[in-house]
């Protein structure tokens, strides 16, 4: 299909074009069709060729007028008049085509009707000629139809797909400044003791927010990329807390260039820091595993807390963080994830189940 669509595209372009080749197949169309049951050719050419201009009046009268100015407008009853004189106008056309050029060319030596009997004998425009003008109008009128019905579903698709994109980068942009913060004042503190691990840090940052705020700008990202973004960010934590935090960090990718939605677990990962290591004085466990196969993601973060209540500062329970990854999942990953949360007087785990194959489809179509 997309092979064609620059073709299409150059078609849809040219109007007028369009609208003759559109006339030709439907008078080839019924040429077809009505030769098939053994009527003379030549006959059917000219009997077409002679109904031609009255329906080419009332389609366009109808569709470049009446719909537009009559129909759009709520003018129903000017509509009905209209339409009524349209179609009698035509008919009456017709059958004037028919007795004075299409009887002579055939050598049909027939005495013509008077104008004034072709305009007010009603029943052969009514059964004889109606319904051959009328059918390329009431043809026309479906395809506008149809095409307007289409176009507005086109575009209501478009303001769609718009407003998920405004929503995603407004739950992106709440992550920015809640990690940027809680990093700046691991730097603040460690400049303050002159520590030797300012360098590695601000090293680390730097290719942390260059990778936030420039590739993160894509739909979707190669995992190994999010892989290396939650590796940066991990290394900034453990120059903070050192040897006193107990931390692992496993992953596994059967296909590296397997790519996903950016910037969906990092918030997993920095509650763990958050909600976990920050507020145990003791030895604080993080136990972080990550394993894609087969397009299939399954991401899990457990960390210890103390077992005092511990006031939830950053609202990460009820609103940036987990309704923040919520909202980008349910976004990025409609019915195609499972996220779920189990929390102890001791511990934290977040388990996510994402199907990745999916989405990607989703975005290649």
């Not at 466990?285 to 973060?301: A, P």
């Amino acid at each position: 299909m997309n092979r064609f669509q620059p073709y299409i595209q150059w078609l849809l372009e040219r109007r007028v074009l369009l609208h003759v080749l559109a006339w030709l197949g439907f008078v080839l169309g019924w040429l077809i069709y009505a030769s098939l049951w053994g009527n003379n050719f030549y006959e059917l050419v000219v009997n077409k060729l002679c109904y031609l201009p009255p329906q080419i009046i009332a389609t366009y009268l109808l569709l470049y007028y009446q719909l537009p100015q009559q129909i759009y407008k709520g003018k129903y009853v000017a509509f009905v008049l209209l339409l009524v004189a349209n179609m009698y106008f035509n008919t009456a056309l017709a059958r004037w085509i028919k007795i004075y050029v299409y009887e002579p060319i055939m050598n049909q030596n027939l005495a013509p009707d008077s104008i004034w009997s072709i305009l007010t004998e009603v029943y052969p425009l009514l059964g004889q000629y109606l319904l051959w003008v009328a059918i390329p109008p009431a043809l026309a009128v479906i395809l506008k139809l149809l095409k307007t019905h289409f176009s507005e579903m086109g575009r209501y698709e478009q303001l769609q797909k718009e407003k998920a994109t405004a929503e995603l980068n407004f739950l992106q942009a709440q992550l920015h400044p809640h990690f940027l913060f809680n990093t700046l004042n691991n730097l603040y503190t460690l400049s303050l003791q002159k520590s030797a691990m300012t360098p590695t840090l601000v090293w680390k940052l730097s290719e942390i927010v260059d990778y936030m705020f420039e590739e993160c700008k894509a739909d979707q990202v190669p995992i190994q990329k999010e892989i290396q973004l939650l590796q940066n960010y991990i290394d900034l934590e453990l120059l903070r807390y050192g040897d006193r935090l107990a931390l692992s960090f496993a992953h596994e990718v059967d296909e590296p260039n397997t790519f996903m939605a950016p910037l969906v677990l990092l918030s997993m990962v920095e509650n763990a820091f958050k909600h976990g290591a920050s507020g145990d004085m003791g030895k604080p466990i993080i136990d972080i595993s990550l394993r894609v196969q087969k397009g299939h993601l399954y991401f899990r973060v457990f960390n210890s807390k103390v077992k005092s209540v511990q006031v939830d500062e950053t609202a990460y329970k009820k609103g940036i963080g987990v309704a923040n990854i919520k909202r980008q999942l349910g976004l990025r990953y409609p019915g195609s994830y499972q996220l779920q949360i189990n929390e102890e007087a001791t511990s934290y785990e977040v388990i996510l189940d994402l199907h990745l194959q999916t989405q990607a489809m989703e975005l290649i179509s």
